[in-house]
């Protein structure tokens, strides 16, 4: 029997979807997973640079958020250590205007609780951006309230906003994310990996 992490890369469900956008691109779905790991990154979907790569935060944002949470490369890249797990496991894709497309919900809804149930509960979870925020924490609020409120589900889950080096305004308007969030979310981390 195909294990979920290969059964996920041979995923082709929007092929279609894709071939449709400015990008018109082929899936290549990235997990990047294994039971018995200690942190969960719930994430969004992989950028161009990581459907090029086939590793998950092989850009800028993934220099930024191994920055966030106090880690060197061979720790995040550790499958026992680190699991990876986006709403969507290929890169959406751009729209005319060369933005994002969002994570398609089909991706999510055919392999994200079949990944979470595989995985089991881990001491940590961080949850980056919006769409993830939305699925683990079923809130309805932006993602400034979400991470503001980081406090009341630290020290298991920290929600943060997205490591896109786009967000830096949003960082540069709440100190309190560098200045309170990122040394707890750093301690923890350390305490989980020790």
């Keep these: 029997m195909i294990n979920l992490p290969d059964q996920i890369r041979a995923c082709r469900l929007c092929a279609e979807r894709f071939a449709q956008t400015h990008t018109a691109h082929e899936p290549r779905p990235v997990a990047w997973f294994k039971p018995g790991a200690r942190i969960l990154i ?6 161009a640079r990581v459907h ?6 092989t850009d800028p944002s993934g220099d930024r958020l191994r920055d966030w949470m106090g880690v060197d490369e061979a720790t995040f890249y550790d499958r026992d250590q ?5 709403m969507a496991f290929c890169f959406p894709g751009y729209d005319a205007k060369g933005s994002d497309l969002p994570p398609p919900k089909i991706c999510g809804q055919t392999w994200h609780d079949r990944v ?3 995985l089991g509960v881990m001491p940590l979870t961080i949850l980056v951006g919006g769409h993830a925020h939305k699925y683990h ?5 932006g993602v400034t309230e ?7 589900r630290a020290p298991d889950v920290f929600a943060l906003p997205h490591p896109s080096w786009r967000n830096t305004g ?25």
């Excluded at 680190?82 to 986006?86: D, F, S, T």
């Excluded at 949003?170 to 020790?194: C, H, M, Q, S």
């Design 146 to 152: 979400t991470v503001e409120n980081w406090e009341m």
């Design 170 to 194: 949003w960082i540069k308007k709440n100190p309190w994310f560098e200045t309170d969030t990122l040394p707890a979310l750093r301690r923890r981390v350390k305490e989980v990996l020790k």
């Design 42 to 47: 719930a994430g969004q979907a992989p950028g």
């Design 137 to 141: 924490l079923k809130v309805k609020t």
């Design 82 to 86: 680190i699991a990876i797990v986006p």
């Design 116 to 118: 979470m149930e595989m």
């Design 52 to 57: 090029e790569s086939g590793k998950p935060f």
